[in-house]
């Protein structure tokens, strides 16, 4: 069972007047949205959904900073818009072309207010190679699917107890499956590009993803999240992925994340690796008020590798919080976490980095560094690795640090005539080179390159 | 620093010599703009300017240069990356042409050959896992590429073996004009038989106690700093 599940179950009694209130509004959004269906009650995914709601009402609450894994992280702030669903909007391509990378071709999914938008996608070329199917259909239709997503959405609606899966699994309307099959290597990434727009009232956007990559596949998925015009709007993108790596799978995801300065992201994502899989996860954050990843890694079978990657820019008030669960209950199994950010003015950081390394797990190599520049008076940063180990045949090892840039270096570039911002600028970059320079889609590369010196300037 | 004057004049070579704590790196990181100094008293002019008005990266745009004793190792930051970045500041503020990315490169890459670098150090981090002398010849090279008119070479000669001396010296000796100045501060005599100064002063106890020109050098070479304590000693003591 999910670790961080087990903590927020023995803390949630508590009902403070204003968490009461949070879930009186969400089960009321959906009340509103219910008379929206039009006539589709009675399909499978709305009993799901109708699941999910009522739990809010029974043993759901949201987080207070009396639960360990929200101690540093406050989302009264979060909870206090009235959200409404969002609405339809019809964007063009110029509209998205800023978004896209150059150079790379990819199979397009866009999102806009987490609807499925079929003119700018490319859905059909993808579905040639691979099973890609909104998750709504999946419960309707009695095909290959509906088996697999029954039981994660039944799951999600009835069991878990982390609020934020549920709130998606009750409002989510299109969520996609994708399915690549035994043996398919995908030619191209797979962009799911997530586009926020609302112009007055704030907005709650539940994307979903259930993704499984079959034996001896290979995927690459590119997530990224962008405000429609760089708005200022308040919306809260509360998003959820399951993922599962069958046998000797090869799975690259990159999430980059550059919501509104006003926006709320909470992701939850929880990937389950079967033997000799492999899960590469680079995640980079510099957008959203107040965010919160939840990244976790069930290995379920031996010789697989997991590694994490991550990148947080936090500027003015920002709030990023990296939760990441990595699970070794099989032996001979590696995986590999590197967490760097960089926090200034009053931005704050949080890292809670576990490790469970059960009795079973022989040779395990699990690794951890998180390495955080804070360089203002103001801006701080929270550290804390969990290792648990019960096996005693492994190598682990955690690392952190927090501090400023190197006062040597500084002097040394402005022995060369660079301006301080200059070099300040190109030392930061620099720091986050370890990571950037793990990317090996080089378009990719370039852009979140350009995307954190655009955020610096 | 006890006083010191001192006038370097354009197509000028100073060394400046002397036992170690007489105050060579004082002299070198004062001139540059290098916190945690006071100046108080007197005053440094550089082409008319008031250097202390200026900041340490000011004084590096108006053309001074300082070859540092021991290099520092920027990781993440290629030496490429670095010296365009570098190139392109100096060069703006003394309004000199604007370099097409074409131009640097070709540029970066005649100025490494000069001092006998690989192109592929060009793409590594700077300095990093570079020998002494590889940290060195790469103080030259920015020597060459930001082309300084006053360049202050802070014991450059220190830890290198003979054949990278040479290449040191080659390069400083391509680069010296009429136009041009170098002060050269090194503990030992062995540098200046290859750039071959037009002064040499001594420095000791913060002052500069004796001047000459490269056969001065020689004679220090020869006896050791020993006879200019002595002198010192015997002056202060009438």
Known sequence: MNILNKKNISMTNINTPDKKDSNEKFIELFRLYQNTLNGRKNYAGHTIQKTAIQRLSKDVYFPTRRNEDWKYTNVTELLQPQYHQPKFVDITTADISPFLFEGLDTYLLVFVNGKYDKTLSSKDELSKKVIVQDIPSCLQEDGPTKAIASEYLTKWASKEMNPFIVLNTAFAQNGIFIYVPDGVVLDRPVHILNIAFTKDEPVVISPQKIIIIGENSKLTVIETYHPLNNSQQTYFTNTVNQLLLERNSVFDHYRIQDEGENAFFINNTEVEQMRESTYSSYVIDLGGKLVRNNLSSILKDSGTTTNFYGIYVGMDKQHIDNQTFIDHAYPNCKSNELYKGILTDSAKGVFNGKIMVRPDAQKTNAFQKNHSLVLSKSASMNSKPQLEIFADDVKCSHGATIGQLNEDSLYYMRSRGLSKNEAISILKQAFLTEITGLINIEPVREKVEQMIQNKFK | ?238
């Open chain 2, 1 to 238: 620093m006890n006083g010191i004057n001192l006038q370097v004049n354009a197509g000028e070579v100073h060394a400046i010599m002397g036992p170690n704590g007489g105050g060579k790196s004082t002299l070198a990181h004062v001139l540059a703009g290098r916190e945690g100094y006071k100046i108080t008293d007197g005053s440094i002019t550089y082409m008319g300017k008031d250097l202390l008005e200026l900041s340490v990266d000011e004084r590096a745009r108006e053309g001074i240069f300082q070859a540092f004793q021991y290099p520092i190792e920027i990781p993440g930051v290629s030496t490429a990356n670095f010296l365009k970045h570098t190139i392109t500041a100096v060069r703006k503020h003394q309004k000199k042409k604007e370099l097409s990315a074409k131009e640097m490169i070709t540029f970066i890459k005649e100025m490494a050959k000069m001092v006998e670098m690989e192109d592929n150090f060009l793409s590594r981090s700077l300095n990093q896992g570079f020998s002494g002398g590889e940290k060195k010849r790469n103080e030259i090279l920015q020597l060459a590429v930001l082309e300084p008119k006053l360049a202050v070479l802070d014991e450059t000669d220190s830890g290198l073996d003979i054949d990278a001396l040479k290449i040191v010296a080659n390069g400083v000796n391509k680069l010296r004009t009429k136009d041009n100045a170098f002060i050269v501060i090194t503990h030992y005599q062995r540098l200046l038989d290859y750039i071959i100064p037009d002064f040499v002063h001594v420095l000791y106890n913060g002052q500069i106690v004796k001047s000459g020109d490269k056969n001065l050098a020689l004679k220090l070479e020869e006896k050791g700093y020993d006879w200019i304590k002595e002198e010192v000693e015997e002056l202060t003591t009438i």
